[in-house]
Nanobody
């Protein structure tokens, strides 16, 4: 079992920045995949950014150049730096990790970008 707790969401004006953090209850070194997803009202959950096995990083086209995913193995945290935020970035953001055949999700944190 893994518990994931996201933090850092909030209300920001367009063009602003936010940093989301995800704290895991155990070592993140064992996870095959770690990433951030988001779900806007009335839309399906979508990938934002993720670390894949071997350290490769994958970003959604819509956030490339604006968002940066990073990890701190010593603190067991995953971070999403979000810059140049747009109204279309408004969503609930979820942290997700994959360990073997299982995936675990945080409770989500709301990000609202006002135009």
């Amino acid at each position: 079992q893994v518990q994931l707790v996201e933090s850092g969401g909030g209300l920001v004006q367009a063009g602003g920045s936010l940093v989301l953090s995800c704290a895991a209850s155990r070592s993140i070194l064992s996870f095959n995949i770690m990433g951030w997803y988001r779900q806007a009202p009335g839309k399906q959950r979508e990938l934002v950014a993720q670390f894949l096995y071997g350290g490769h990083i994958n970003y959604a086209d819509s956030v490339k150049g604006r968002f940066t995913i990073s990890r701190d193995n010593a603190k067991n945290t995953l971070t999403l730096q979000m810059n140049s935020l747009k109204s279309e970035d408004t969503a609930v953001y979820y942290c997700c990790v994959v360990s073997g055949p299982y995936d675990y999700w945080g409770q989500g944190t709301q990000v609202t970008v006002s135009s």
